[in-house]
């Protein structure tokens, strides 16, 4: 077993571990014979208890199908106790979950230290470089401010415009009365501000005589900075903000009523209703709205841009959720600020020390910072996007997970040569990059012999899957297991093609190469070989269907047009409200994801720089190295290209006349007569090793080998051999190949 991996946060200590939990057998029934005795009885793994008449045998005629041991359930009404269920689960929770639960708990903990004291050395820094120096400008305007105030309340100023206002219409009686009423005014308020004046003279004299020097100097600092506050000029405040406020309001049914109404979703007569309240959720509002009759989510989504503009925000701050209990439901998620723009911070990778690639791992967060797990078990993934929007970081990212797994078997190509994934040169078992041959090497021709070899490796597997012990493969299925059995070699394999169109549209083998990714996509995921493919130019030409129908799960970073992500995402994905289009050019590595799980929605992806990625496959190339699990272009063994290139011409060439079958040790002897330099390594190897080179080196051809029974001194042996028809028979499918090319 492999213990369960972590994934700290960069900057913090590792040796955090996540708990999993554990699987206990459960009886499948109830045991009432006597114990057996030691190593009598026992039940070994793959092996039933008692063993059952197997009803294909001939032998088995006598033996009938019994009746169901749980007969069908009658369908009756829901009772009152499944009603009461159904109504506890629509209750809502009492506390939210960042209080119940531990981590929640932990994380806005951590979110207060940080934002909290990254305020407090905000302001200290700034308090005797900046804060000091206002206040000392600004004290006198205030104790300016604060006199003339006093001044204008002392002598009533006030009621100034009102006696005028009397003068002017000539109103004697009115004015003798506010004279009377003023002259009042200002005789208390005389009063009452020299009496204030002498007990503050008082109070000033008192602490310069008495007070101790820190007490005078603390009340000084006190006052001038009471001065320097009121002194500060409204466009040039006192104190600067730590953090930025972003513009975010009280959210009212007022106005999602009045957003919906410029939507035309209602109208007055109609109105919409709200079957929850409007609460905060994260950094935004929660609203869930119960549409009209006859208006649907779909609806919604055609409106998102007029919802939005209803509601006074940029589209970008709106999310809109289908809610399966009702078509005419939407549940909407408004945040404070544009969410996508905020970068999603360093990979978690940089952090863990291994991957377990048979689990979902750190890929990025949502649009509300949730962690998104990815996982490549099962399925082919297309990643697609206009240039410069993260479309090879987002894949890289995930090449990286599995590179960390020392048992997983990495293909990497890319189409564009750049140097986006060059270091991965470290722990790829095959490698290319460009369409352009050099110092010898053509990377297409290494692409097409790697994807063939792969499809020998892919119809082995599932032979060698069906033909595996109970005990070893349950159901006929890869397990963590296998596929990290050194001796069986049926490793979790990821083949990444970046900028597939390059190949896909080479004048030679371009045909050849979209047959084989088009197979592997359909058909490899099933024995743990999954496909990886990204592009720019998803059109029919570049990228054709037939290849991206292919991948179960698609991911769409920013591209030009709604048709370009539907083309992507699949067709009517944009009536389900997911048009990567929409996008911004900020909202880099952001991308729309579909088909990886029962959910869609928005990932913005983790970012792995160029230095990152290196310090992620230096460490997985020594992890590689210590489990022994470094193969192929990374420990520098060939795939011997110039024998695949002529192996059928060879073999055939060795055959001897009227030879029908022949065992693949004695090809490989004159293979190595016939040609040393590149068959000789071959010759000196142990019989089975042997054998075993040339079994390979025809795999991509389609040629398996076969069990030849051959009398020798009177002894009858049997050893692994070729037919000469099947050689003949991939002889002639190469050439019509080539003619068709």
């Known amino acids: 077993m492999t213990e369960t991996t972590a994934f700290p946060p960069p900057d913090e200590p590792e040796g955090t571990e996540n708990r999993t939990a554990e699987v206990l057998p459960f009886p499948l029934k109830k045991k009432t014979d006597p114990a057996p005795a030691p190593g009598e009885g026992e039940v070994k793994p793959g092996e039933w208890e008692a063993e059952l008449p197997d009803t294909d045998d001939p032998e088995a005629d006598d033996v009938t199908d019994g009746a169901p041991v749980d007969p069908p359930r009658e369908v009756y009404p829901p009772s009152v106790a499944e009603w009461m269920e159904a109504k506890d689960k ?332 060059r270091k991965f040169a470290l722990v790829a078992h095959r490698i290319g990059f460009g369409i352009v041959p050099k110092n010898g090497f053509d990377p297409v021709v290494h692409l097409l012999t790697s994807l063939r070899e792969l499809k020998a490796d892919v119809e082995d597997r599932y032979h060698r899957l069906s033909e595996l012990p109970l005990h070893i493969c349950p159901e006929g299925k890869l397990t963590p297991e296998i596929s990290r059995d050194p001796k069986l070699n049926m490793p979790l394999t990821l083949f990444v093609v970046d900028e597939v169109q390059e190949y896909l549209q080479h004048p030679e083998h371009g045909k050849e190469i979209l047959s084989l990714l088009v197979y592997l996509a359909r058909v490899a995921p099933a024995v743990g070989v999954s496909v990886m493919t990204s592009t720019q130019k998803p059109d029919d030409k570049a990228c054709p269907s037939e290849l991206r129908d292919q991948h179960q799960a698609r991911f769409a970073l920013r591209v030009g047009a709604y048709q370009v992500s539907d083309t992507i995402l699949g067709a009517g994905s944009y009536s389900e409200g997911l048009d990567a289009s929409k996008l911004l050019k900020s909202h880099k590595g952001v991308g729309l994801l579909k088909g990886m799980s029962d959910d869609s929605g928005i990932v913005r992806t983790y970012l792995a720089d160029g230095r990152d990625a290196e310090r992620i496959l230096t460490r997985a190339a020594a992890l590689r190295e210590a489990e022994g699990t470094l193969s192929g272009d990374a420990a520098g063994e060939a795939p011997a290209p110039e024998a695949s290139a002529t192996i059928l011409d060879d073999v055939a060439a060795v055959l001897g006349k009227g030879e029908a079958k022949v065992w693949s040790e004695t090809i490989v002897d004159r293979l190595a007569d016939l040609r040393p330099e590149v068959y000789g390594a071959w010759a000196e190897l142990e019989p089975k090793p042997k054998a075993e080179a040339l079994s390979n080196a025809l795999k991509p051809f389609g040629i398996g080998t076969v069990q030849i029974s051959r009398r020798v001194d009177g002894d009858q042996l049997n050893k692994r051999g070729i037919k000469r028809d099947d050689i003949a028979t991939a002889i002639t499918e190469r050439n019509k190949k080539r003619d068709a090319g």
């Open 90 to 421: 629509a209750r809502m929770p009492v506390l939210p979950d960042w209080v119940k639960l531990p981590d929640q708990r932990t994380a806005v903990r951590k979110w207060a230290v940080r934002h909290y004291s990254a305020v407090v050395g905000y302001h200290a820094v700034r308090l005797p470089l900046v804060y000091t120096p206002k206040i000392v400008v600004y004290s006198p305007r205030g104790a300016w401010r604060w006199s003339t105030a006093i001044g204008r309340w002392v002598f009533d100023a006030e009621g100034k415009s009102l006696r005028l206002a009397a003068v002017a219409s000539e109103d004697a009686a009115e004015y003798l009365k506010l004279s009377r009423q003023r002259n009042d005014r200002v005789r208390l308020r005389g009063i009452v501000a020299t009496i204030a004046a002498f007990i503050g003279l008082a109070a000033a004299l008192t602490l310069y005589v008495m007070a101790p020097s820190w007490l005078l100097l603390l009340s000084i600092a006190a006052l001038t900075t009471t001065l320097g506050v009121v002194g500060a000029p409204a466009d040039r405040p006192l104190i600067d903000l730590a953090k930025v406020t972003f513009r975010k309001r009280r959210l009212s049914s007022d106005i999602i009523t009045r957003a919906f109404e410029a939507a035309r979703l209602t109208m007055k007569d109609q109105g919409i209703a709200f079957p929850r309240p409007i609460g905060r959720d994260g950094d935004g509002w929660r609203v869930v709205v119960d549409l009209p009759y006859g208006k649907t989510f779909a609806d919604a989504v055609n409106a998102h841009e007029r919802l939005a503009s209803g509601i006074d925000i940029a589209p970008t701050q709106l999310f809109l959720d289908k809610d399966e209990t009702s078509a005419r439901r939407v549940s909407m998620w408004i945040a404070d600020r544009d969410p996508l723009a905020v970068p999603s911070g360093k990979s978690p990778l940089l952090g863990a020390t291994r991957v377990d690639f048979w689990k979902p791992f750190p890929w990025g967060v949502d649009e509300r910072g949730n962690p998104v797990m990815a996982t490549m078990l099962w399925l082919s993934l297309l990643v697609g996007a206009v240039p410069r929007q993260g479309k090879t970081f987002s894949a890289r990212t995930i090449a990286l997970a599995a590179a960390l797994d020392p048992y997983v078997r990495l293909y990497v190509f890319d189409g564009k040569a750049s140097p986006d994934w």
